[in-house]
């Protein structure tokens, strides 16, 4: 599949004909569902938690230059150093410069989809250097030489056999479709892994900026591997992770793992704050924080898109959308998949590169629903959507002579809505329209136009093609009331 969000329409049809794809996603939104549906029952007041924890990320969102600089004084007093990188380029430079530095050898990584965002695995190899993926799921697709297709379950389109087959292609067991053995192995081969390696690479889920401490939250135990084995960790975060006080995280840490994996709280959270400070103490030496921005300055600057910013990776709309659950995540050709990924996407990369994606949704708001943020994705899609139009506007606008598709549009739904908001207008309308639609209906639908009235009217082809519509009563409502009414007076 070629993974690019510019050829997300060409994605989604090969995803939609991928038999084992869709068989993987098929008990994602019943499994997650489920899950979430019964782990917000064990808190009280569930809305509540919500709007507090949107009211949280408002007003750091709101004084992020503050939170920022206390979290980094504080840091930076417990001990770490802190590097700021404009953009993915920039943070890959720093760590290799820093790799370089250290005379570094071997690199262990726990799951981070900030580095995934700055493609830092590949710059890595590039460079000569070959880090190990040590979450399981990241492991796999490191193995597969692919992307996560997840934020939380990055081998979630992978079947047991497929995994099974690759174990045995790369790690050279002996076949079985025992998940048991499968893990087994997996953990024996990264334990040798961890016990080599001289940096640990992490993201981070929160950085509190009252204490400087910052944490990781994760199921298997690698992570806390990664960060206190080596004798470095390096952790890369965006400037979004910043929350104001220690007692903050009370909040996220109930929402965050309930919203994702239907979990009451996840088997690891790592606090760290700072390196070892005694020679006899455990951790590791020097501890690097890389903070990122690439792009979420712009996106703060913007009263709209600055709400993105709240996202706390949690997967949760992704588990939840009717897009998502038939295509899942490579079909949208980029690092953040699904409902969110489809607002970030366009504003990390710019959104002529990743047009299509504010267009792969509904809009039927159950990614609002279930986000923990309470984020109004949908209200992000369509500004989005305006801003696609908008350049498409301009662009045509350029254009010498030629009178562009997007006037026409403007005109046919300017008579449109002239048309619908008269009375005689809309009667007289509904009237030809149900005579015209003896034509292209088919048992009380109106499916795909095509031959003569697709040639007539090609808007029409395009908005039929996926979309099937009740086709009009015979007689209105207006018109059996006018008549019970004459008939009521004789
Ligand atoms: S947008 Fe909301 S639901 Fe989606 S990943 Fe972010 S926090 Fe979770």
């Not at 401490?213 to 979004?240: C, D, Q, W, Y």
């Amino acid at each position: 599949m070629n993974q690019s969000p510019e050829t997300f329409d060409t994605n989604a049809i090969q995803a939609l004909n991928d038999r084992q794809l869709r068989a993987a996603l098929l008990n994602l939104a019943s499994t997650f569902g489920e899950r979430r549906k019964l782990a917000i029952l064990s808190v009280n007041d569930w809305e509540g938690l919500r709007a507090q924890a949107r009211s949280i990320k408002d007003e750091t969102l709101a004084n992020l230059d503050q939170y920022l600089e206390q979290f980094v004084l504080k840091a930076e007093n417990n001990g770490a150093q802190i590097h700021w990188a404009l953009n993915g380029e920039a943070a890959q430079r720093l760590i290799l410069d820093l790799l370089k530095e250290k005379n570094v050898r071997r690199i262990v990584k726990s799951k981070s989809m900030t580095t995934e965002e700055i493609h830092l695995n590949e710059a890595l190899e590039r460079a000569g250097y070959a880090p190990v993926e040590t979450d399981l799921g990241e492991w796999i697709i490191q193995l597969a030489h692919e992307t996560p297709s997840h934020i939380v379950v990055p081998a979630i389109h992978k079947s047991k056999r497929q995994i099974a087959e690759l174990f045995v292609e790369k790690v050279g067991i002996e076949p079985t479709d025992n998940v048991d053995e499968l893990t087994k192995t997996a953990r024996r081969v990264l334990r040798e892994r961890f016990a080599e390696a001289d940096v640990g690479i992490s993201g981070v889920n929160f950085a509190v900026a009252e204490t400087g401490t910052f944490l990781i939250l994760e199921n298997e135990g690698n992570a806390r591997l990664t960060t206190s084995l080596p004798k470095i960790h390096i952790a890369v975060m965006g400037i979004e992770k910043v929350i104001p006080r220690l007692a903050d995280l009370d909040v996220f840490l109930k929402l965050l793992p309930r919203s994702g994996t239907g979990q009451q709280l996840t088997a690891y959270q790592s606090l760290i704050t700072g390196a070892k400070r005694q020679p006899d103490d455990e951790g590791p030496e020097e501890v690097h924080l890389v903070i990122l921005d690439n792009g979420r300055s712009r996106m703060l600057a913007h009263p709209v898109t600055r709400q993105s910013l709240a996202c706390i990776r949690c997967g949760a709309c992704l588990n939840a959308c009717p897009v998502y659950q038939q295509i899942g995540g490579h079909a949208y050709g980029s690092v953040y998949p699904g409902p969110i990924g489809a607002v970030i996407t366009p504003q990390l990369s710019g959104i002529e590169k990743a047009r299509q994606l504010p267009f792969a949704s509904s809009l039927c708001g159950a990614c609002r629903e279930v986000c923990p943020v309470k984020i109004d994705i949908p209200e992000l899609l369509l500004h989005l959507r305006a801003e696609v139009k908008q350049g498409a506007a301009s662009r045509a606008a350029s254009q010498t002579g030629k009178v562009s598709k997007h006037r026409i549009e403007r005109l046919a739904f300017r008579f449109y809505a002239f048309a619908w908001s008269k009375k005689l207008t809309y009667e007289w309308g509904m009237k030809i329209a149900r005579v015209f639609q003896r034509s292209i209906a088919r048992k009380g639908r109106i499916g795909k136009v095509s031959g003569l009235f697709a040639g007539l009217a090609p808007a029409l082809e395009a908005w039929t093609d996926w979309r099937d519509a009740p086709t009009i009563a015979e007689r209105s409502f207006r018109e059996v009331w006018r008549e019970a009414e004459k008939t009521k007076g004789k």
